[in-house]
């Protein structure tokens, strides 16, 4: 970018820190182009690149009062963008760990067919027995079963030893299945029930 170029991004950044979406919108033409094709090469998918890239101009608008119109606004954007990028990418192997732990505890007591639950039944009942858990014992299941983490890394984290890191996920790992059973037969005895 020129210098004539760079002059008039700060001055348009100037206009958006005193809230004008019209200079808002030039910036974003201005840059929407490149910012999308550097989100796709990461991304691979133009459905969650449009995301990203909504998102990140909505994040830019909101932290309008802090961009510094006299460095490079297109560093600024892209390194927004590659935030909002690794946050989902994070969120996305959280989400699928946590269906790893569905699969796992997520059993059914009668397998017939009428009376399966729906994988995404069981993905909410596991999802509330988790919002069950508290303090320590819930952050050690979230550290080792969904961050996979070892027991020794757990424990240097929250500051406890090996043993108690052990208790807390035997004790998560107790109300999980015990919740998961309990919903699963009052979801039985109710199929059961309808069926009368």
């Given at each position: 970018m020129d210098l004539k170029n760079t002059d008039k991004e700060s001055a348009l950044?100037?206009?958006?820190?005193?809230?004008?979406?019209?200079?808002?919108?030039?910036?974003?033409?201005?840059?929407?182009?490149?910012?999308?094709?550097?989100?796709?090469?990461?991304?691979?998918?133009?459905?969650?690149t449009e995301d990203i890239v909504h998102?990140?101009?909505?994040?830019?608008?909101?932290?309008?009062?802090?961009?510094?119109?006299?460095?490079?606004?297109?560093?600024?954007l892209f390194t927004v963008a590659k935030n909002n990028l690794l946050n989902l990418l994070k969120r996305a192997q959280y989400e699928s760990n946590i269906i790893t732990e569905i699969s796992r505890f997520a059993t059914i007591a009668d397998h017939s067919t009428d009376q399966t639950i729906g994988f995404n039944e069981s993905s909410?009942?596991?999802?509330?027995?988790?919002?069950?858990?508290?303090?320590?014992?819930?952050?050690?299941?979230?550290?080792?079963?969904?961050?996979?983490?070892?027991?020794?890394q757990a424990a240097e984290i929250l500051g406890i030893t090996t043993s108690t890191v052990n208790k807390h996920m035997h004790k998560a790992l107790k109300h999980v299945r015990d919740y998961i059973t309990a919903k699963n037969l009052l979801v039985i005895i109710l199929l059961s029930i309808s069926r009368l």
């Open positions: 950044i100037l206009r958006v820190q005193q809230d004008d979406r019209d200079a808002f919108a030039a910036l974003y033409y201005m840059h929407i182009s490149k910012l999308k094709i550097f989100v796709q090469r990461t991304a691979k998918s133009p459905f969650l998102d990140t101009f909505v994040k830019i608008w909101e932290k309008r009062k802090d961009i510094d119109p006299n460095k490079s606004f297109k560093s600024f909410a009942i596991v999802a509330e027995a988790l919002e069950q858990l508290h303090g320590n014992v819930k952050e050690v299941f979230v550290l080792c079963r969904l961050q996979g983490l070892s027991y020794k």
